[in-house]
């Protein structure tokens, strides 16, 4: 098997296990991606060969790199190097792989004390977090909710919240779905 055959089947793995990490059929990723659900089987199953222009516009509505579509069979499937982000003021390292099979993200996330009034946000789910150091002000509406370091929060997020600081910044690791990963980690 050469290299170019071996980074070609490697591709089409990984676009077909984002593609079901993400819940989506072939119909879904077509509507995204403006590649016809019939080509986009093609190119899973090896009947059309996986050119560039494909792999740049798959990368796009997958939201990942032509890197990570690319990537060979080595560590990279077991050990996750997390690289830090930001959204917002709040900084976050993802721990878990962008094709997981859960369709979850894990993150640790570094939340700064809120200058002033926290912005309420709802969104469709469930948030779940674990705060690793300081104090959490997790606004639910009306209410302020204090979780200190060693406890655990979660609460439907269809009432209005925010989660910062309490007395300074806060480190919290944090479980999200589809939709929490929406709205917490994309502005």
Known sequence: MTQDSTLEESARRRLRTLRTARGWSLDDLAARSHISASTLSRLESGRRRLAVDHLVTLARALDTTVEDLVATADDGD?????RHDESGRTTFWRLSHRDDPTGRTVVKMRIPEADGPPELRVHRGRDWFYVLSGVVRLRLGERDVHVE????AS??????????????????????DHDGERAHLHD
């Open 155 to 176: 609460f439907d997020t269809m009432t209005p919240h925010a989660i910062s600081g309490h007395g300074g910044p806060v480190e919290i690791l944090s479980i999200l």
């Open 78 to 82: 077991v050990v996750i190097r997390p």
């Open 149 to 152: 370091a060693g406890h655990a």
